[in-house]
């Protein structure tokens, strides 16, 4: 398990990561008398154990590696998974557009590798999950347990969403999954009034699709957005942003759960 704190040496079974001369990063757990083999040479566990994070460390070619905790965004990009992750740039701005915060009860059907259930419970939030594979289920617990500890407030089912959710007065939903118009219906049911659902879609044709669908439902101030990140290559007086960027990857879509339906007429599933 990760230091909760992130504070104090590097200790036996924390998760760190080695970066090289060339940014290369590597992600890995301490365990004494291990040794991480790279092409740039051989390190020694135990030579990283009880350093300073923040620390260089020579290998076995006596080329030098950075050693750091890793972050969140680095564990996302970094840790097994069985489906792909959403990217970091997008979970900020998923925790921002659905308002995430301390004792929420959230709502999640999608889990994936369980890179956006990390960062909902580490913002203080508990969660239940559907997901329809056992696979995903199992590799989404076993990385928030290997990040946040054996006992997160985390709890996932093998279910499918479009056919109900059980769970009420829930303050937000997030889905991540191909078609949650026929999901919108049940979330409806189990938000809160001012609950928010968050939809995070690949295409435009799947979100213009719940778009329409949110119009005949309980909801309201829907938003559709997408993130772009571009770094830039700084280096003396050569300033210019860089050649590749993180572009296109989502589509978020919020919108607010409202207390009465339209024209007081019982909203249904749409047909599939």
């Known amino acids: 398990m990760d230091s909760p704190t992130g504070r104090g040496l590097l200790s036996e079974g924390e998760r760190v990561l080695l970066i090289d001369a060339k940014s290369r ?3 890995l757990t301490l365990t004494s008398g291990r040794a991480f083999h790279t092409h740039a040479g051989i390190v020694q566990h135990d030579d990283l154990i009880g350093q ?5 460390v020579s290998g076995s070619t006596g080329r030098s590696f950075l050693v750091l905790r890793p972050t969140l965004s680095d564990l996302v990009l970094k840790m097994p998974r ?12 998923i925790l921002l557009a659905a308002d995430i915060g ?10 994936g590798s369980g890179a956006l259930s990390m960062a909902v419970l580490r913002a203080g939030a508990s969660i ?22 054996p006992d997160p407030d985390y709890r996932i089912e093998i279910r499918d969403a479009t056919e109900g ?14 078609e949650p118009h026929l999901v919108a219906p049940h979330a409806a049911a189990a938000l809160r009034p001012g609950g928010i659902m968050l939809c995070y879609l690949p295409t435009i044709n799947q979100t213009a699709q719940l778009r329409e669908t949110l119009t005949h439902g309980p909801f309201g101030l829907a938003e559709t957005v997408e ?8 280096e003396a007086r050569s ?4 050649h590749r960027m993180v572009a296109h990857t989502g589509f978020l879509t919020t919108a607010r759960r409202l207390v009465d339906q339209p024209a007081g007429e019982e909203w249904v599933s749409p047909a599939r």
């Open 102 to 111: 301390p004792g929420q009860r959230v709502f999640e059907a999608g889990v």
């Open 239 to 242: 300033v210019r942003p860089d």
């Open 52 to 56: 300073v994070e923040g620390s260089s």
């Open 128 to 149: 239940v999950g559907y997901d329809l594979r056992q696979d995903f289920a199992d590799r989404a617990m076993a990385n928030v347990r290997a990040a946040l500890g």
């Open 25 to 27: 990063r590597y992600l």
């Open 227 to 234: 993130i772009l990140r571009r770094t830039w290559h700084i």
């Open 165 to 178: 959710i059980d769970e009420r007065d829930v303050d937000r939903v997030l889905l991540d999954l191909p």
């Open 82 to 93: 069985g489906a792909q992750v959403i990217y970091p740039k997008d979970i900020g701005a």
